[in-house]
């Protein structure tokens, strides 16, 4: 069994939609990034590259790689779940929790779970997705930035 710990935080700006776990939240801001800066599938992705050996989410892409400009970090995570393959691992469990003041993300919590499962060929109930606020602490308790932190552990096969 091997252990790996993803984190990752994003701005929150006006004018980007706001994508979280591969779902497209209604929410007045969304987070800068190269990418759709899904800060949880990246987080996700970064834990997998940890538990597999396999360096950090800006090794394999880069953001000042034009490839990677909008691309949809469902894509990463596909991506990213490759490479664990290939080093002959699968996926045993992710856990992962969400740090935002805003919006409620409970309604979203099933379709973010349903995604990621998907993307890494575990039954939704080996996803576990959590949410919580900062309490009004800091950048990302005034609203200014989410961030998402994830383990994952990986066994052979
Ligand atoms: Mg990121």
Redesign the pocket.
């Known amino acids: 069994m091997r252990v790996g710990f993803g984190y ?1 935080i ?1 701005r929150l700006v006006h004018e980007r939609r706001l994508v979280l776990g591969g779902v497209i939240i209604p929410f007045e801001k969304g987070l800068l ?1 190269h ?1 759709d ?1 899904d ?1 949880l599938l ?1 987080a996700i992705c970064d834990a997998l590259l940890g538990a597999a050996g396999l360096g950090d ?1 800006g090794q394999h892409y880069p953001d000042t790689d034009p490839r990677f400009k909008d691309v949809s970090s469902m894509e990463l995570l596909a991506w990213t779940f490759q490479l664990v393959r290939v080093k002959g691992f699968c996926v045993n469990n992710v856990d992962a929790t969400i740090l935002a003041e805003a919006p409620k993300l409970s309604l979203h919590r099933l379709a973010m779970q349903a995604n990621i499962a998907s993307a890494l060929a575990l039954k939704p109930g080996d996803v576990n997705i959590k949410a919580t606020t900062m309490e009004g602490l800091g950048a990302i308790g005034k609203g200014e930035a989410i961030a998402a932190m994830c383990v994952v552990t990986l066994r052979e096969g």
């Open positions: 990752d994003h990034g990418s800066a800060v990246h989410i």
